[in-house]
T-cell receptor, first 113, second 116 residues
Framework: KQEVTQIPAALSVPEGENLVLNCSFTDSAIYNLQWFRQDPGKGLTSLLLIQSSQREQTSGRLNASLDKSSGRSTLYIAASQPGDSATYLCAPRATSGTYKYIFGTGTRLKVLA | SAVISQKPSRDICQRGTSLTIQCQVDSQVTMMFWYRQQPGQSLTLIATANQGSEATYESGFVIDKFPISRPNLTFSTLTVSNMSPEDSSIYLC?????????????FGPGTRLTVL
């Protein structure tokens, strides 16, 4: 059974810092892994999708890496801004024929102006 | 991409009643899902809504409690039946537009349910 852990659970930083959010998963047999952002009381917004054959994906100030064999993914946020404040969720998808994503518990990020 | 709307956005219900949540997508999609997010928790998949057939439920979720319909490729409903305070959660509809192996998964804004 896939289990997903995200560290740290919460993070509060001053504006401008470069951030590292970590995600680990127990079953390395995945099709892809997706990083999402969730604002309070809102739905999820997809940030980056990394296929199992890829090592990283970049979008603007965001960069996500994937080390499938070790069951880890990392989300880097460069030059953080107060607008980045949200909960960040990682979700790998298994290769077992299901289309199900298993979600981590998230990292609650607060960027202070 | 896919734009998803959910109705209602929030509701407060009495114990023992039922609530039906609607999910509408702006384009035909391959797959639709329903998730639950309990207070302070991450997302848990309830079921996959199958067009024209019974939904596929995850372990711990049953059709009598969470009946689901998907009459076409753009619309689905989730009913939360015989509600108790433990059902207070955010319920989210999610879709995979085309290729389930490569596509981004999109989420609706959620329905915040409070059961008294």
């Amino acid at each position: 059974k896939q289990e997903v852990t995200q560290i740290p659970a919460a993070l509060s930083v001053p504006e401008g810092e470069n951030l590292v959010l970590n995600c680990s998963f127990t079953d390395s047999a995945i099709y892809n892994l997706q990083w999402f952002r969730q604002d309070p009381g809102k739905g999820l917004t997809s940030l980056l999708l990394i296929q199992s054959s890829q090592r990283e994906q970049t979008s603007g100030r965001l960069n996500a890496s994937l080390d499938k064999s070790s069951g880890r993914s990392t989300l880097y946020i460069a030059a953080s801004q107060p607008g980045d404040s949200a909960t960040y969720l990682c979700a790998p998808r298994a290769t077992s024929g299901t289309y199900k994503y298993i979600f981590g518990t998230g990292t609650r990020l607060k960027v202070l102006a | 991409s896919a734009v998803i709307s959910q109705k209602p956005s929030r509701d407060i219900c009495q114990r023992g009643t039922s609530l039906t949540i609607q999910c509408q997508v702006d384009s035909q999609v391959t797959m639709m899902f329903w998730y639950r997010q309990q207070p302070g928790q991450s997302l848990t998949l309830i079921a996959t809504a199958n067009q024209g057939s019974e939904a596929t439920y995850e372990s711990g979720f049953v059709i009598d409690k969470f009946p689901i319909s998907r009459p076409n490729l753009t619309f689905s409903t989730l009913t939360v039946s015989n509600m108790s305070p433990e059902d207070s959660s955010i319920y989210l509809c999610s879709v995979l537009p085309r290729d389930p192996f490569t596509d981004t998964q999109y989420f609706g804004p959620g329905t915040r349910l409070t059961v008294l």
